[in-house]
T-cell receptor, first 115, second 111 residues
Framework: AQSVAQPEDQVNVAEGNPLTVKCTYS??????LFWYVQYPNRGLQFLLK??????LVKGSYGFEAEFNKSQTSFHLKKPSALVSDSALYFC?????????????FGSGTRLSIRP | NAGVTQTPKFQVLKTGQSMTLQCAQD?????MYWYRQDPGMGLRLIYY???????DKGEVPNGYNVSRLNKREFSLRLESAAPSQTSVYFC??????????FGDGTRLSIL
């Protein structure tokens, strides 16, 4: 069975500091991993994905994510946070060779950046 | 760029009423999805359509029906609304390989 966990409901960071939003996953085969961001009253927007290859994936708005196979983690990172990064972030996973409908979303982490 | 368009944006229903949520995409994607988003629970898949003419149940299909009218449009129908169906509903589309593109949602309250 597939699962994804976002252990923190909320992450608070000062503007200019580095940020990390955590995600761990479980799949039976090879993972296909995603991060999405949701702003108030909007749908989810794709940030980045990992299929294979380099463990550090770069995405939109200066975000990156580090894939760690041994720890089954895919943490989202940014070197210097902006107030405009404040939003709800979702990690998602599916088995690479499963149907696209089998994607599972985490419960979300609210990121708050204080000026 | 319209992307995925959902109508209506807001709706209030009484228990037992029916309604259809509309979704259209202009990206020529084969796959379309309906999700509901509830606080602390992420997104849960209601129904999925891999291509025109096909639909499959997701994690929480009870109380809902769908129609894939053509490649562009995928509607979600509540035949007899219940308070437990109060939620934010998102439609999404994707090419064969994700990622998904989401609409801005329909906020549905059932009294």
């Amino acid at each position: 069975a597939q699962s994804v966990a976002q252990p923190e409901d909320q992450v608070n960071v000062a503007e200019g500091n580095p940020l990390t939003v955590k995600c761990t996953y479980s799949v039976s085969g090879n993972p296909y991993l995603f991060w999405y961001v949701q702003y108030p009253n909007r749908g989810l927007q794709f940030l980045l994905k990992y299929i294979t290859g380099d463990n550090l994936v770069k995405g939109s708005y200066g975000f990156e994510a580090e894939f760690n196979k041994s720890q089954t983690s895919f943490h989202l990172k940014k070197p210097s946070a902006l107030v405009s990064d404040s939003a709800l972030y979702f990690c998602a996973v599916r088995d690479l060779y499963s149907s696209a409908s089998k994607i599972i979303f985490g419960s979300g982490t609210r990121l708050s950046i204080r000026p | 760029n319209a992307g995925v368009t959902q109508t209506p944006k807001f709706q209030v229903l009484k228990t037992g009423q029916s309604m259809t949520l509309q979704c259209a995409q202009d990206m020529n994607h084969n796959s379309m999805y309906w999700y509901r988003q509830d606080p602390g629970m992420g997104l849960r898949l209601i129904y999925y359509s891999a291509s025109e003419g096909t639909t499959d149940k997701g994690e929480v299909p009870n109380g809902y029906n769908v129609s894939r009218l053509n490649k562009r449009e995928f509607s979600l129908r509540l035949e007899s609304a219940a308070p437990s169906q109060t939620s934010v509903y998102f439609c999404a589309s994707s090419p064969q390989s994700q990622p998904q593109h989401f609409g801005d949602g329909t906020r549905l309250s059932i009294l």
